[in-house]
């Protein structure tokens, strides 16, 4: 549908530009936008690289472990039909621990190896299993306490204070996912 849409918002700008007399303001701004855009990619991918490395280091140490038993009894609240000891236990960590310090980049990777290993173990895989639906509720409300990617873009657009979302954003992920867990588990409830 897109591959529809933007073409033609594309054209109609172009059209409008050349009727109206603007078409030397559409050429300074398409020169502006990549430049706006490239920059913006720059930024955005050396705080992904940091985020990246971090995680990734982690993983690699006993941190991972800890925090996965840190986050265990909101874990077998969550998602009691995964057994105790299972990888996916692990996965779904990570996959919470990158969106809490608001690593958006690095969470959906983990969250689609999480999802893998959920279908892995889905019984039926033409539906998802209640632990598919709550991972995927919890991984688009992402908690963030550290809001990594927005800071990143804010300070990349020349923001006196990039930092000043950080409230806000609790508030609303917090609300988000209260909100997202509720419904998924009386939805489970009523499909029982």
Same mark, same amino acid.
């Given at each position: 549908?897109?591959?529809? &849409?933007?073409?033609?918002?594309?054209?109609?700008?172009?059209?409008?530009?050349?009727?109206?007399?603007? !078409?030397? /303001?559409?050429?300074?701004?398409?020169?502006?936008?990549?430049?706006?855009?490239? *920059? !913006?990619?720059?930024?955005?991918? +050396?705080?992904?690289?940091? $985020?990246? +490395?971090?995680?990734?280091?982690?993983?690699?140490? /006993?941190? &991972?472990? #800890?925090?996965? %038993?840190?986050? *265990?009894?909101?874990? #077998?609240?969550?998602?009691?039909?995964?057994?105790?000891?299972?990888?996916?236990?692990?996965?779904?960590?990570?996959?919470?621990?990158?969106?809490?310090?608001?690593?958006?980049?690095?969470?959906?990777?983990? +969250?689609? #190896?999480?999802? *893998? @290993?959920?279908?892995?173990?889905?019984?039926?895989?033409?539906?998802? @299993?209640?632990?598919?639906?709550?991972?995927? &509720?919890?991984?688009?409300?992402?908690?963030?306490?550290?809001?990594?990617?927005?800071?990143?873009?804010?300070?990349?657009?020349?923001?006196?204070?990039?930092?000043?979302?950080?409230?806000?954003? $609790?508030?609303?992920?917090?609300?988000?996912?209260?909100? +997202?867990?509720?419904?998924? #588990?009386?939805?489970? %409830?009523?499909? %029982?």
């Amino acid at each position: 549908m897109l591959n529809f &849409v933007w073409p033609i918002f594309i054209i109609i700008s172009f059209v409008y530009a050349i009727f109206s007399g603007n !078409l030397d /303001s559409l050429n300074s701004s398409i020169f502006s936008s990549t430049e706006e855009a490239v *920059k !913006l990619c720059l930024s955005l991918l +050396g705080t992904m690289c940091l $985020w990246n +490395g971090i995680m990734e280091i982690a993983n690699q140490t /006993s941190v &991972v472990t #800890k925090l996965t %038993k840190l986050l *265990k009894p909101l874990m #077998k609240l969550l998602f009691p039909e995964i057994k105790e000891n299972s990888p996916v236990y692990q996965e779904i960590s990570m996959n919470m621990i990158a969106n809490i310090l608001g690593l958006g980049n690095a969470a959906t990777p983990l +969250g689609l #190896k999480a999802m *893998k @290993s959920l279908q892995e173990q889905n019984i039926d895989k033409t539906i998802l @299993s209640n632990s598919m639906a709550t991972l995927i &509720v919890i991984n688009t409300a992402s908690i963030q306490i550290i809001p990594t990617t927005v800071i990143a873009i804010r300070s990349s657009l020349g923001s006196q204070n990039p930092t000043s979302i950080i409230v806000p954003v $609790w508030i609303a992920t917090i609300c988000a996912a209260i909100a +997202g867990i509720t419904a998924t #588990k009386l939805f489970i %409830k009523m499909g %029982k």
